[in-house]
């Protein structure tokens, strides 16, 4: 018989199915950075508005500060329409034509230093232009510390008929104020009155910086003797009684 021929796979390679696995090629894989990217620097902070806002604040508490010292320490006018013991530059107890300590009400107007309110300041022996029922002195008291003494003395248009003095405890502190103001006899007053004064002075002021001159005032007198001082812008009055 005749041999066999040799299959052709007997001799030779492998079928690749049964040789060894051909190698696969990978693309290589870049080191994985370890670290993300670096962040970005912070923006520097823009400090014009905090320093604006501070400038701002520094203001706002002067102007307070400011504020509060000038009512603690602003003077009184010679109205009527204020308590004495309130410091404020318009108040006053008086009329017009007196002015008023830090804080009072009716400063009594008087002669300058020393002033002397006693009835013989009153010159009642020259002239008759005032009444003599006006004349001498007369005093009153605003609450229960402030005293006025007011005197009024004989004399012609345009001469210091009129004398006030004030005096009482500022508020808030444990000094007092004393206040001396003065006017003049503006018209020739009839027989009965009223008397007629122009705004007042200052003539004495402790401290000077409570006291404040007024406005004019009329001055008249009632049938039980007693004194009223008006205060011819306001329409504010303090009454006197005489004293001696």
Sequence with gaps: ??????????????????????????PGLAPTPPYGPAPLPAPARDRAPTVLLLVVALIVALGAGAGV????????GDDLANDPKLPSPTASADPGGSGTPSGDTTPAEGTPSGDNDDAD????????TVPAAFLG???????????????????????????????GPIQGSA?????????????????????????SRVVVGEPMTSCSSGESTTLTLHGDG??????????????YTKAG
């Design 175 to 199: 000094s007092a104020y004393r206040c001396v103001f003065q006017a003049e006899l503006t018209e020739v007053p009839n027989s009965r009155g009223p008397v007629r004064v122009g705004p």
């Design 121 to 128: 300041d009153a010159d009642e022996g020259e002239g008759d």
């Design 226 to 239: 007693r004194l009223t001082r008006v205060n011819d812008a306001t329409g504010e009055s303090l009454t």
């Design 69 to 76: 010292y000038a009512f603690l320490n602003g003077s009184d």
């Design 137 to 167: 002195t007369w005093t009153t008291t605003i609450g229960t510390a402030d005293e006025r003494r007011l005197v009024l003395r004989q004399g012609e248009v345009g001469d210091t008929v009129l004398s006030l003095t004030a005096t």
């Design 1 to 26: 018989p005749q041999p066999h021929a040799t299959p052709p796979h007997a001799y030779g390679r492998p079928h690749p199915a049964y040789g060894y696995p051909q190698s696969q090629q990978h």
